[in-house]
């Protein structure tokens, strides 16, 4: 599922390929995916152009020359596809057509992405809720939003309305760099342990963007690659277990991540 390092990439996608660009097309074919009428977004889109992106969370905004905004949310399998030819893929549900005969695909084969309009960013993100985005977090905002938190600290890490753009795989990750059980109460989390989490929050998800953009593999010290029950735990001591944490499925070493 795109978190926020993949969503990084989806944005460098579009910057390299679909701004500037007159539309002059949209096909609509799923209306599940499309979160507004083949109408409103040919009223909003047609003879604009995408003027820049923003990504925000897991979102990827593209505003145009009308200052309204096309948002995508990838869903479980969302992605793009940029052609200059006009096959489009299969799984494509959504697609904008450009006057060089480029085409922008939204591909999303389990249909559980999003595509919205909205008058601007601002309302986009106040109408959504979104919290902060997980790049833009300094500690003082991290100890703030999480203070007032009984529940799971798992379950913080993946509420978009406190932080937007960690996921369920990441979250993990951080948990697990952090030697934090997913089932910690936050409020059972000292100072220096929730300073200690946040210390790795960004470095998880520049490591992951950093890997994923240089095809490198992840370091060996990460759980991620090692995300199956009984696997070796990567810091050479217990077998990764699974449990729902939060309603996810939720992969930790018990003994790396003990549960106080
Ligand atoms: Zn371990």
């Known amino acids: 599922m795109p978190e926020l390092p993949e969503v990084t990439y989806y944005k460098k996608y579009v910057d390299a390929t679909a701004l500037h660009q007159e539309i002059v097309d949209i096909q609509v074919p799923d209306s599940k995916i499309a979160q507004a009428s083949k109408k409103e977004f040919e009223e909003a889109l047609l003879h604009q152009k995408f003027e820049k992106s923003d990504r925000h969370g897991k979102y990827v905004m593209l505003t145009l020359s009308n200052d309204k905004v096309l948002v995508f949310h990838f869903g479980m399998t969302g992605s793009f596809e940029y052609l200059k030819h006009d096959k489009i893929p299969k799984y494509a549900y959504f697609t904008v057509v450009f006057s060089d005969n480029g085409r922008l695909c939204f591909t999303c084969p389990r249909k559980f992405g999003k595509v919205y309009l909205a008058e601007s960013l601002g309302a986009f993100k106040k109408e959504h809720k979104l919290g902060i985005d997980a790049m833009d977090l300094d500690l003082e905002t991290f100890q703030k939003l999480l203070s007032p938190k009984r529940g799971s600290i798992k379950g913080a890490l993946l509420d978009q309305h406190l932080i937007a753009g960690i996921g369920n795989m990441y979250a993990d990750e951080m948990l697990f760099q952090t030697k934090i059980h997913p089932n910690t109460p936050v ?74």
């Open 187 to 260: 409020n059972h989390l000292s100072e220096v342990t929730l300073k200690a989490l946040f210390k790795n929050v960004h470095p998880v998800l520049e490591t992951v963007i950093k890997s994923q953009t240089e095809e490198d593999p992840l370091p060996n010290t990460y759980l991620t690659p090692h995300r199956h029950p009984g696997a070796d735990c990567p810091n050479g001591n217990g077998k990764i277990k699974k449990m729902k944490v939060a309603g996810r499925s939720t992969y930790f070493c018990p003994e790396c991540q003990e549960e106080k």
